[in-house]
Structures are given as structure tokens and as C-alpha cells.
């Protein structure tokens, strides 16, 4: 598998931190660690911090990474022998959001702990075989929509009629129910080597961060935009009118989430974090912003900014986080869990 295990100030972080690019609950992509296991139930709870109570959706777990949900399921990444950057072979799981027992749609396979859902099916990528895949939620046949890619994907994202990835050097995108792998564009500044790209998807355009700033390419393809330059991007999320990520803290301050209008303007501070706190990943809706952070918890932050609430508190080594219409969900990747909140 290729190694998105990079330094820190990068789209990931070194040592025992690795940040999910973009989560996926309805277009963007999720993403941090990789793996296999089943085990969890439904149904045990304690109190959030001021979210109201955390329900766990499934225990036991390898290594739970990368998530995304769609209102009607949770899906999430495993990984059975990962390093610190959470390499490895594992599985796809799902479960229904109500809770049940976590179902391993796929086995043994590479798949990086990148993934993105729509309403019916999971989509990963086999960096080491070159592919991207998809396979339903409930259960079913995996296709391979993608296969014997000459660069392997690095982060992946859906929207209503494709499935788009970046492979660090330039964007493609392939239908829904397959066809032509198109190169929609490509920057130089995708390939440094101190950053892995991450990815988001929006009615808006396609959204890569790079090592100092985030890139606009459109949907058709062509040429990209810079929309924000000097930042130190994490974890990258977008809606049809801005684009949000998470800033690496700075020797002048905490980390920050910061937003972009889609046509461009002033970078904007939504919120600034506390010393050390490392925001693991990233995911938005209609009304706020949601965050992990690695020694810290989950929050929200309005769009337009202001007091970050807290909704639980988070594990030493956060995975992914995501949402649908009535929950925030997140995996814990040192503790084996994979939890829920209300919004």
C-alpha cells in the first residue's frame, strides 16, 4: 500500500496521529486508517459532554478509521495488522444507524481507509491493485469500476453521478456505473512531497488541499483555482457554496478551521483550537461544522462561525467523523469503537 503517513503540517500526521482527509456523508469523501472485524452491537450509551448521550454502533474492532454515513447506514474502514499510519489489509463494514451487527461487505481487502458513500453503495480504492469499487450497503456483489490504474489513488470522493479521486498528481473520475476514466486536471503543486492530497466534492467543483493552500477544479475538468493560499491544510470538506478544512496549529497559535467561498475571497477563521489539539478530520451540513480532535473532542461550529460546541469527548486517537440529518458519528482507532451523538 502506499504510504499517506507523511510529516506533520502535511494533509496527514506523523508518529501516532493520522488525520482523515474528508468525510463522506453525502459527497465528500472519509478517510483515515484501513482494516477488517466485525463484532460491536447496538445500543450501549454513556454521556457526551454536552451533546447528549454517545451510543456505540460497534466494538471490538481493528484499527476503525475511515467513516461516512447516509442517514440510513454507517460505513467504515478496518485494518488487521497497521502500523502507525494505519496501513494494511482489513475490511469495508457496515451497519444499520438504528445499530445492529456490524457486516463486513468486503474481506481482506487494501482498500487505504479511504471511502465514500451515496445512497446505496460504499466506493473504496485498492491502492496496491490499482482500482476503485464499489459495493451495496446492504450487501451484495462488488463491482470494480476502475481497474489497473497506473497511479494509485490517495483519497476519494462521490457525488450524484461519479466517483472522483486524486492520485497525487492529478483528479479522474469515473461514472457511477462505470465507464471512462477521465483526467479531469492536474497542478504541480498536488505532487509535494511533504503533503498527500485530500479530497472533497460539491455541486460547486472538485476540492484538493496541497501543502500551503486548497485547489478548485471544475466538475467538466480543465484548469484549477487557487482559493486559499499560506494555510497548512489537514482534512478538507466542501458544500455548494464554500469550502472548510483544518489548519495545522502554528508556532503562533492553535489550529484553526477556516472556511472559503467556492468563488473565492478572504480566508475565514471559524474557529481557533486550543494548544495541542490536533483536528483528525473534518465534515459539514447545512448549519455547522463538525471536527475531531486527536487529544481533545468532537465539536461544532456554526458556518458563520462563533463558540465551538463540544458533543463528546474524543478517544487519544481519533479516526474519521461524519453525519447525516440527526447524528454526528466517529471512530475510535486505539480503543476498537465506532460511536454516535446526536447533532
Same mark, same amino acid.
Given at each position: 500500500m502506499k504510504d499517506v503517513h507523511t510529516l506533520?503540517? !502535511? @494533509?496527514?500526521?506523523?508518529?501516532?496521529?493520522?488525520?482523515?482527509? @474528508?468525510?463522506?456523508?453525502?459527497?465528500?469523501?472519509?478517510?483515515?486508517?484501513?482494516?477488517?472485524? +466485525?463484532? $460491536?452491537?447496538? %445500543?450501549? +450509551?454513556?454521556?457526551?459532554? +454536552?451533546?447528549?448521550? /454517545?451510543?456505540?454502533?460497534?466494538?471490538?474492532?481493528?484499527?476503525?478509521?475511515?467513516?461516512?454515513?447516509? $442517514?440510513?447506514?454507517?460505513a467504515w474502514t478496518t485494518c488487521d495488522a497497521c502500523l502507525s499510519n494505519l496501513n494494511g489489509q482489513g475490511s469495508m463494514m457496515a451497519v444499520p444507524v438504528a445499530g445492529g451487527t456490524p457486516v463486513a461487505l468486503v474481506s481482506n481487502t487494501d482498500n487505504g481507509a479511504f471511502l465514500a458513500i451515496d445512497a446505496t453503495d460504499v466506493y473504496w480504492f485498492g491502492p496496491d491493485d490499482g482500482s476503485v469499487s464499489k459495493i451495496p450497503l446492504a450487501g451484495g456483489t462488488a463491482v470494480a469500476l476502475a481497474q489497473n490504474l497506473t497511479d494509485d489513488p490517495i483519497d476519494i470522493a462521490v457525488d450524484s453521478t461519479s466517483v472522483y479521486w486524486t492520485n497525487g498528481a492529478s483528479i479522474h473520475d469515473i461514472p457511477l456505473a462505470g465507464g471512462t476514466n477521465k483526467?479531469? %486536471?492536474?497542478?504541480?503543486?498536488?505532487?509535494?512531497?511533504?503533503?498527500?492530497?485530500?479530497?472533497?466534492?460539491? #455541486?460547486?467543483?472538485?476540492?484538493?488541499?496541497?501543502?500551503?493552500?486548497?485547489?478548485?477544479?471544475?466538475? #467538466?475538468?480543465?484548469?484549477?483555482?487557487?482559493?486559499?493560499?499560506?494555510?497548512?491544510?489537514? !482534512?478538507?470538506? !466542501?458544500?455548494?457554496? @464554500?469550502?472548510?478544512?483544518?489548519n495545522s496549529e502554528t508556532g503562533g497559535g492553535g489550529a484553526t478551521i477556516m472556511k472559503v467561498a467556492v468563488t473565492g475571497g478572504t480566508p475565514v477563521t471559524l474557529a481557533t483550537l486550543p494548544m495541542l489539539a490536533v483536528p483528525m478530520a473534518i465534515t459539514v451540513d447545512a448549519s455547522n461544522v463538525y471536527w475531531i480532535e486527536g487529544l481533545g473532542s468532537v465539536k461544532k461550529v456554526a458556518l458563520a462561525g462563533g463558540t465551538p460546541v463540544v458533543l463528546?469527548?474524543?478517544?487519544?486517537?481519533?479516526?474519521?467523523?461524519? /453525519?447525516?440529518?440527526?447524528? /454526528?458519528?466517529?471512530?475510535?482507532?486505539?480503543?476498537?469503537? /465506532?460511536?454516535?451523538?446526536?447533532k
Open positions: 506533520v503540517g !502535511a @494533509s496527514c500526521l506523523a508518529l501516532s496521529l493520522t488525520v482523515a482527509c @474528508s468525510p463522506s456523508s453525502g459527497g465528500g469523501a472519509s478517510h483515515p486508517d484501513g482494516g477488517s472485524s +466485525s463484532g $460491536g452491537g447496538s %445500543g450501549s +450509551s454513556s454521556g457526551g459532554s +454536552s451533546g447528549g448521550a /454517545v451510543t456505540t454502533l460497534a466494538s471490538g474492532q481493528k484499527n476503525p478509521g475511515g467513516i461516512a454515513a447516509n $442517514g440510513s447506514y454507517v483526467n479531469l %486536471g492536474s497542478d504541480p503543486n498536488l505532487t509535494d512531497a511533504y503533503q498527500t492530497p485530500c479530497l472533497a466534492v460539491s #455541486a460547486a467543483g472538485i476540492f484538493a488541499t496541497t501543502a500551503t493552500g486548497v485547489l478548485m477544479f471544475p466538475l #467538466a475538468g480543465g484548469t484549477a483555482t487557487t482559493l486559499a493560499s499560506g494555510q497548512i491544510p489537514l !482534512a478538507i470538506a !466542501a458544500d455548494a457554496t @464554500s469550502v472548510y478544512w483544518t463528546a469527548p474524543a478517544p487519544t486517537l481519533p479516526g474519521g467523523i461524519a /453525519v447525516d440529518a440527526t447524528s /454526528v458519528y466517529w471512530t475510535d482507532t486505539s480503543g476498537g469503537s /465506532v460511536f454516535k451523538t446526536a
